[in-house]
């Protein structure tokens, strides 16, 4: 794990894309295998990669050592004789294995791995396959959030009341943001480290930048983050280590980086991983201090 974009107690903002593939060194069913990583905790043993699963690849997953999450992203992957493609997901708790999982000719997924995963609280605690495009969408409520924020539950029960959202082992979700959502101040998230990546559409958050597809976000705890904004609309995946609450704060020209940024995102031009530094709304909000890059205690 070459540099530290992997390190989840640092604030982390980059393109999965943009990365080198390399071979895995664990956990077992990708060991071997080109991938990325993304995010990783030694001292946990969790991790989150972009895997390349070549055609004809074979493997029984047995969980006893960690639970194994997957989104396909491209290709095929069967998992105890279900064959799902592009948008497909699989999972199997710790301990709930065997999940016999194979690809007729190859795929693209990103895949969670948690040894410390709850158990007995997921997927009715055995494994679960399922077309996330055939999942229902639920409208997220949070008091004091405008409405435009809808999410599907990849991993369950997911609890979602007020601002706690999760259950003990945190969440996995589909989260789409409605064209034109605005969010003008930041959010901390006390109790979990939160990882987040863009699917599709544009999505943009001061001191960050312009996240496009492949972009990839990780936020520790305690760090304030945002605002929270995107012209088109985004769709993303958003996990998290525990039930995730938040607590707003107002920032500097927050309303006013904002209204710029939704008055002069092109419509005609696709969306593309941007820093912050190279953003037009850079000079409204340059940075904070302490540095960005070193997470802020709680007030």
Not at 275 to 291: G, H, I, K, V
Request: aromatic letters at 12%; charged letters at 20%; one cysteine or more.
């Amino acid at each position: 794990m070459a540099g530290e974009t992997w390190r989840r107690d640092l604030p982390q903002f980059f393109n999965v894309w943009d990365m080198a593939w390399d071979s895995l060194d664990g956990p077992a069913a990708v060991h071997g295998l080109d991938g990325r990583v993304m995010s990783a905790d030694p001292d946990q043993g969790q991790m989150t990669l972009m895997v390349r699963i070549p055609a004809g690849w074979k493997f029984t997953e047995s969980a006893e050592d960690g639970a194994l999450e997957v989104f396909v992203l491209e290709g095929d992957v069967t998992g105890n004789g279900k064959r799902v493609g592009a948008g497909g997901f699989l999972a199997v708790p710790l301990g709930c294995g065997p999940l016999e999982l194979s690809s007729e000719g190859g795929a693209y997924a990103y895949v969670w791995y948690d040894p410390q995963f709850v158990t007995g609280y997921y997927y009715d605690s055995q494994p679960f396959i399922t077309k996330v495009w055939q999942e229902a969408w639920i409208l997220t409520e949070m008091p004091e959030v405008r409405h435009g924020i809808m999410h599907k539950s990849l991993r369950w029960p997911d609890p979602c009341e007020g601002l706690q959202h999760g259950g003990p082992g945190g969440m996995l979700r589909f989260i789409m943001l409605t064209p034109g959502f605005p969010e003008a101040r930041q959010e901390t998230h006390h109790d979990c480290w939160e990882g987040i990546i863009f699917l599709s559409g544009d999505f943009m958050m001061p001191e960050r930048g312009i996240h496009g597809p492949g972009s990839y976000l990780g936020n520790p705890a305690e760090l304030r983050h945002g605002g929270l904004m995107t012209q088109a609309g985004t769709l993303m995946i958003l996990h998290c280590d525990a039930p995730m609450g938040a607590e707003f704060t107002e920032i500097p020209n927050g309303r006013q980086i904002v209204e710029s940024y939704l008055d002069t995102t092109s419509w005609l031009s696709p969306p593309g991983h941007t820093p912050w530094e190279d953003a037009p709304q850079f000079n409204l909000y340059p940075s904070t201090e302490p540095a960005y890059a070193v997470p802020v205690e709680a007030s």
